[in-house]
């Protein structure tokens, strides 16, 4: 069973930033932006070295130039944070289909089923600060909390470093919340601490360890959830994640070329991804949909299948159809596909016998698990996926293997498949 991770991301002093970002003059610098340009008004962000002056959001202008006459104000300009926004969210929404935008500078992204563990999704998590560092603008940074549940996520987030990356499972909870103030905790004021500490709870470890149904007693409901979130427990929403309606992936073509062999090598390499989200999810798709852009425009298409399937190679063969069906002229520059009426195999189980390849795809699925991914590829793949190993959406890198008794067992099948032996014909993105 996949491991329900959640990410949370918190861009760090975001208006502010992105002030420093648009302007070079001002990075480094105590700045503050400022809802309108008096004495009178008030800083609603400040850089984080006006921050560290003790120049916080909330001080009046007239406070902030007391202290640091020479700080940098700035007007609010909410189209220019928009556009920054709209790029780091577009940065996250390649990772999972299921986001939710908190704020402006804030999001919880469902990582449960794109990631197999914890590790992968640090792995994830420090390439998506790349890439905002790299595409969304290099003086911005943000902190990032990862859990298996939503609170927890932000929890952490808020209270690391600024600009790190933490991970808070059941298992290191007990020793990262031991002795912190009970306000470091994510929907606890002042008022709620002070109450609180009148039970003789004193930081957040005893708030964990301090009996449930006390704290039902004195707080009714809220006194659950106070104890739910620090011990792990979801609350928000169902426990399992809400299944998506669509899984799917895009892609923007770096090369622009007119060779299809690469056009079906990125075809295929995203339907892979669909196809492994789907299984790993548990799920079949009724239906595909393929679109994509070219220089001249762009087209698309969606279909139903007869029969529900994961089958990344079916999911592949449907889109080459599309594709070869609908892109008329133009030099394709971007393509995505996905899968909707999404359905559990397991509850279908009960009623029809698994399919042959479905428990074919879930054994290579386990292979590329141990391995590295792609170890095992299909044959479309084989020998193509060098022509764009840097593209943005790379493989990731493969391992030398030995192989094992579940891999004698399929290799003897008859599946289309070519086994990549080496790293060499595909390596780690840039
Ligand atoms: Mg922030």
Redesign the pocket.
Known sequence: MTPRVILHL?????FASVEQQANPFYRGKPLGVCATMSQYGCIIASSKEAKAKGIMTGCRVRDALAIDPNIILVEVDPPKYRSTTEKIFSILAEYSEDIETYSI??AFVNLTGFVRSFDEAVTLGEKIKQRIFSEAGEWLTCSMGIAPTRWLAKFGSDTCEKGGLIVLTRENLDAYVRGRELTEAWGIAERLAARLMDLGIKDLGELKHYPVTNLMEAFGIKGYELWANLNGVELSGVQTPRPPKSVGHSHVLRRRTTDHRFHEAVLMKLCEKTGRRLRGLDMEAGGFWLGFGTTLGGGGDSVRFLERTADSRVLFKTAVDIFRQQHRAGVPTHVAVGCFDLASVSKQLSLFAKPKDYGLAKALDEINDKYGEYVVMTGSMFGLAKHHADDRIGFRKTVSWDVTALDKRLMGKDVGLAIDHGPELIREEA
Do not use: A, L, P
């Not at 918190?10 to 975001?14: A, L």
């Open positions: 918190d861009v760090n002093s975001y500078d804030e």
